[in-house]
C-alpha cells in the first residue's frame, strides 16, 4: 500500500495543509480517507478529478468532509465525458442528507446520490477494492469511526478524531502504520471524549504493540514539536509528524 497526506491539518487549513484527507492505493485502487477544508484542490496534485475508485468519511464535521460539496460540483457538472458513474462513499449514518444541506442548492433531494453511491458506516468488516477494511466508533461528540486498512499482509489505521478509548487501542494492534490524530496539548486541554494529546496518542500506539506512528490532525494552533516530543516519551517506535504530501509506503 501506499499512503499519501493530501491534507492534514486539524480544524481548520494552516498555511502549510489542508484538512484531513489521505489517499491510500494498491493494485491500483485508490481510496480516499476524508475530503476536508481545501483537499480537493490539494488532491489534484496527487491523482485525477476522475480517479478515486472509493471514499470514506470518518465523520461529518466540516474539517472532515466539507470539500465533498465542491467534489459533487466537479462530479455532477461534468460535461467532457458526461456525468460520472456514482462513486462508492462510506460515512456515518445521515452523510447524504448532512452534504445535501451543506451545499444548500442542489438541483434536487437526491441529486448527491447521482454521483455519490453512500453506504452507511457501522462497526465492521468488509472490502473495499482489493482492502479489506474495519471500522470501530471512537470517542468523539458525533458519530465518528476509526479504520483499519489491510491489504496483503500489511495494514494501515487512522483513529479519525477520538478522545482516548481501548476501541482505538484494539483497532491498531500490531499495525504497521497508525495514523493517530494529536489536536491537544498534553496538560493543556482536557476535554474527555474529544481529541487526543501528543502523549495519548504515543500511549496508544505503544499499547497497541503500532510498528510506527505518525501524529496527524495538529491545528494550526497547536505546537507539533511539543506533541511529538510528548508522544516519543511514551513511545518506542518511530514517530514522526505528518506533513502535506508526505509518502508512505506501507
Known amino acids: 500500500m501506499k ?15 489542508a484538512c484531513s484527507s489521505y489517499l491510500v492505493e494498491a493494485d491500483g485502487f485508490r481510496l480516499l ?8 484542490g490539494e488532491l489534484q496534485r496527487h491523482c485525477g478529478l476522475y480517479d478515486l475508485d472509493a471514499i470514506f468519511l470518518s465523520h ?3 474539517d472532515h468532509c466539507i470539500d465533498m460539496c465542491g467534489y459533487f460540483v466537479a462530479r455532477y457538472y461534468r460535461h467532457d465525458g458526461g456525468r460520472c458513474a456514482p462513486l462508492p462513499v462510506y460515512g456515518p449514518e445521515g452523510t447524504e442528507h448532512r452534504l445535501t444541506t451543506a451545499y ?4 434536487s433531494a437526491s ?28 470517542a468523539h461528540p ?10 496483503g499482509g500489511r495494514s494501515l489505521t487512522y483513529s479519525g478524531d477520538t478522545g482516548a ?19 491537544f496539548t498534553h496538560g493543556k486541554e482536557n476535554i474527555p471524549d474529544l481529541h487526543l494529546n501528543g502523549r495519548e496518542a504515543g500511549q496508544s500506539a505503544a499499547r497497541a504493540g503500532a510498528r510506527r ?30 506533513a502535506a504530501g508526505a509518502v508512505y509506503e506501507i
Open 3 to 17: 499512503l499519501t497526506v493530501v491534507g492534514c491539518s486539524g480544524s481548520f487549513p494552516s498555511a502549510e495543509s
Open 33 to 40: 480517507l476524508d475530503m476536508g477544508n481545501g483537499a480537493l
Open 60 to 62: 461529518l464535521h466540516a
Open 104 to 107: 444548500a442548492d442542489t438541483p
Open 111 to 138: 441529486s448527491m446520490s447521482e454521483v455519490f453511491d453512500f453506504h452507511t458506516v457501522k462497526p465492521s468488516t468488509f472490502d473495499v477494492g482489493p482492502f479489506t477494511v474495519h471500522t470501530e466508533r471512537v
Open 142 to 151: 458525533v458519530e465518528a469511526y476509526g479504520i483499519r486498512v489491510e491489504h
Open 165 to 183: 478509548t481501548p476501541v482505538l487501542d484494539e483497532l491498531a494492534r500490531d499495525t504497521d502504520l497508525f495514523l493517530c490524530e494529536a489536536a
Open 213 to 242: 506512528l505518525v501524529l496527524t490532525h495538529i491545528p494550526p494552533w497547536t505546537d507539533p514539536e511539543v506533541n511529538l516530543a510528548d508522544a516519543r516519551e511514551v513511545y518506542d517506535g518511530a514517530v514522526e509528524v505528518a
